[in-house]
């Protein structure tokens, strides 16, 4: 069971340059988010999203944008990489379609991005 | 607003001993409180969860917590540490139908032969 699966692993940037992070879940999960996660900071929601068509905002959604493709895909994007980006992103999942509720999420491997 | 608080940002332990990793949190409704692991360049992986059944709670590994409503605290413990447990641990509050999921800033637990 592959579970949730980040594309790519690891991506040097250039400053101003966009990027796309891709996430698929096959566990038929209604809900995805968007995390980022920095040094003594644990781990903060920069997007979410309940099902298809739908995505919101979380702590931290500046400089990025989110796209939900279908039930199964998920995708981050930056449109101009900046410094402060730099950052290990992570793509998770969960059953519910009620945002945050009791039900645990299924995390991916992760996403290494560092920005110069 | 909601709250999590992670009283240690290192724990140390020899293997075979308690551990103990601290987590209070704040919530103005009943939150659903989560424990969750990290190793080395992978993703956070669910060890338990309270859900307003029992209040103790057992995850896997051997670990367990126990939710005290009157401490807000669930402080997450495991009698006898193994190697493999040396990772970084994340207490994490939820709360149903709000637009919140707070994650502690996590401890990582160091277990030495």
């Known amino acids: 069971n592959a579970g949730v699966t980040q594309t790519p692993k690891f991506q040097v940037l250039k400053t101003g340059q966009s990027m796309t992070l891709q996430c698929a879940q096959d566990m038929n999960h209604n809900s995805m988010y968007w995390y980022r996660q920095d040094p003594g900071m644990g781990l903060r929601l920069i997007y979410y999203?309940?099902?298809?068509?739908?995505?919101d905002k979380g702590e931290v959604p500046n400089g990025y944008n989110v796209s939900r493709l279908n039930k199964r895909e998920f995708s981050l994007r930056l449109e101009s990489a900046a410094p402060s980006q730099t950052s290990v992103y992570f793509c998770?999942?969960?059953?519910?379609?009620?945002?945050?509720?009791?039900?645990?999420?299924?995390f991916g491997d992760g996403t290494r991005l560092s920005i110069l | 607003a909601q709250s999590v608080t992670q009283l240690d940002s290192h724990v140390s332990v020899s293997e075979g001993t308690p551990v103990l990793l601290r987590c209070n949190y704040s919530?103005?409704?009943?939150?659903?409180l989560f424990w969750y692991v990290q190793h080395p360049n992978k993703g956070l992986q669910l060890l338990l969860k309270?859900?307003?059944?029992?209040?103790l709670v057992k995850g896997i590994n051997g670990f367990e917590a126990e939710f005290k409503k009157s401490e807000t605290s669930f402080h997450l413990t495991k009698p006898s540490a193994h190697m493999s447990d040396a990772a970084e641990y994340f207490c994490?509050?939820?709360?149903?139908?709000?637009?919140?999921?707070?994650f502690g800033s996590g401890t990582r637990l160091q277990v030495q032969p």
């Open positions: 994490v509050v939820s709360t149903t139908g709000r637009r919140a999921l707070t």
């Open positions: 998770a999942s969960s059953v519910n379609r009620e945002l945050f509720s009791n039900q645990p999420q299924h």
């Open positions: 309270y859900t307003s059944a029992a209040t």
């Open positions: 919530s103005s409704y009943s939150p659903s």
């Open positions: 999203s309940a099902s298809e068509g739908t995505t």
